[in-house]
């Protein structure tokens, strides 16, 4: 049986996985009303565990040094509770397999290397090599699907990754080509760098440490 979050680890977590988040964006992320998100993290912001901050026109909560370490602690014991260790690790396992692919993916679409200039922007005037890095992603969002379904199976709070993924990846299918490596949006590549940071902070793995982890 599929394991449900409390509401107080979904505000919190969903805070740390988005990095910097504002009241609705973690409403819609988590499926809670959007008054309760906001009393939360009042209260998160009361504890020291998240501060409101504004930058280049946006503005948002993220957490602090102290909440990074509420949320990892409480993700240890949720971990431990739901009997989801075993599967969240193999999980990752696979995960790791496929993100050099989506690396891969993601800068082919941002750059197209000329004869004379490795780093040339892709300036989408070939459609062979977009539509080519689109398939790649459309295979990766088939993999993607069987992940989420595994995680969520076990951890409810890990569902819908796989949802997000495959609307960016329709929107840049009509065109929208920022919904593949865009910022500010919920591209495929902030979608998978989601469920990483997700991944890591569950097992408590620093970034950049994976590979050295039987």
């Given amino acids: 049986m599929t394991y449900a979050s409390t509401p107080d680890l979904l505000v919190l977590h969903a805070v740390r996985v988005t990095g910097v988040a504002d009241d609705a964006a973690v409403s819609r992320r988590t499926g809670i009303d959007q008054d309760v998100v906001s009393e939360l993290l009042k209260d998160y912001e009361a504890y020291g565990w998240a501060t409101h901050v504004e930058f280049a026109g946006t503005s948002g909560w993220t957490l602090t040094e102290r909440g990074r ?5 409480r993700l240890t014991k949720e971990l431990d509770q739901a009997g989801a260790r075993t599967t969240v690790e193999r999980v990752h396992r696979v995960f790791e397999s496929l993100n050099g692919r989506v690396v891969k993916a993601c800068t082919d679409w941002q750059l197209r290397p000329k004869q004379d200039d490795r780093l040339a922007a892709n300036d989408h005037s070939d459609p062979e090599w977009d539509a080519r ?12 699907t069987q992940l989420v379904s595994d995680l969520s199976g076990a951890l409810a709070r890990f569902g819908g990754y796989d949802g ?6 329709a929107r840049a299918r009509t065109g929208e080509k920022q919904w593949v490596t865009g910022v500010g949006v919920a591209s495929c590549h902030a979608v998978w760098m989601e469920l990483h940071e997700d991944l890591l902070s569950t097992l408590g793995i620093p970034r950049g440490v994976e590979q050295g982890r039987g």
Avoid: G
């Fill in 69 to 73: 370490e509420e949320d990892s602690t």
């Fill in 164 to 169: 997000r993924f495959s609307a960016a990846l």
């Fill in 133 to 144: 890095v689109l398939d790649e992603l459309s295979t990766l969002a088939r993999e993607l």
